[in-house]
């Protein structure tokens, strides 16, 4: 079974500085999907970036980007630039590439406040 | 983008009660719905997937004659928490996968509900 490990509970930055969440994982498969949600006060996920793990090139969306290493099972998430909007959970995710059926699997969320 | 909708989006009910809660994909058609739970700073907890017509599958440890999940078309699913206690308040958060094969890989999720149990 995969599981998905984020091991920064709380994280804070200052405002218009960057800050890196991370991430790994562990799976056997080869090919699958990798994913990071925000999770404002709101508590409506909504999708930041996603990855495909046939792509060598790592995502970019903006003032977001990952640094995916494959072979370190590692994924994690860059926010530029940084924004009081962007105080909020944040959700590393992994999906079989094969989905089917198959849900996400989260990992435990990382706290980012941004500070003025 | 894809949109999901969840109703209520809060409910407040006595010990004892049953509540539905339905969660609606509005512009696509979803081969497959996941229901979470999501307990205050915590993150989503997988309760079941239920495909269109067909019987849900449930997680280990989630009751499924305590939470019945039915998926009447592509569009629609709901979660019925029956008789329902305290320890059952929580936030419920549905999600839905789209059918179309070129965006099969991404879940569009629900505003969540929470439920408060008297």
């Known amino acids: 079974a995969q599981t998905v490990t984020q091991s920064q509970p709380e994280m804070s930055v200052q405002e218009a500085e960057t800050v890196t969440l991370s991430c790994t994982y562990d799976?056997?498969?080869?090919?699958?999907?990798l994913f990071w949600y925000k999770q404002p006060p709101s508590r409506q996920m909504i999708l930041v970036i996603r990855?495909?793990?046939?792509?060598?090139q790592n995502a970019t969306e903006n003032r977001f980007s990952v640094n995916f290493q494959k072979a370190a099972k590692s994924f994690s998430l860059k926010i530029s630039d940084s924004q009081l909007g962007d105080t909020a959970m944040y959700f590393c995710a992994f999906m079989s590439y094969f989905s089917g059926n198959t849900p996400l699997v989260f990992g435990k969320g990382t706290r980012l406040s941004v500070i003025a | 983008g894809a949109v999901v909708s969840q109703h209520p989006s809060w409910v407040i009910c006595k010990s004892g009660t049953s509540v539905k809660i339905e969660c609606r994909s509005l512009?696509?058609?979803?081969?497959?719905m996941f229901w979470y739970r999501q307990f205050p700073k915590q993150s989503l907890m997988l309760m079941a997937t239920s495909n269109e017509g067909s019987k849900a599958t449930y997680e280990q440890g989630v009751e499924k004659d305590k939470f019945l999940i039915n998926h009447a078309s592509l569009t629609l699913s709901t979660l019925t928490v029956t008789s329902a206690h305290p320890e059952d308040s929580s936030f419920y958060i549905c999600?839905?996968?789209?059918?179309?094969?070129?965006?099969?890989?991404?879940?569009?999720f629900g505003p969540g509900t929470r439920l408060t149990v008297l």
């Open positions: 799976t056997s498969e080869n090919n699958y999907y």
């Open positions: 512009d696509f058609q979803a081969t497959t």
């Open positions: 999600s839905a996968r789209d059918r179309s094969p070129d965006i099969n890989n991404e879940q569009f």
């Open positions: 990855q495909e793990a046939y792509k060598q």
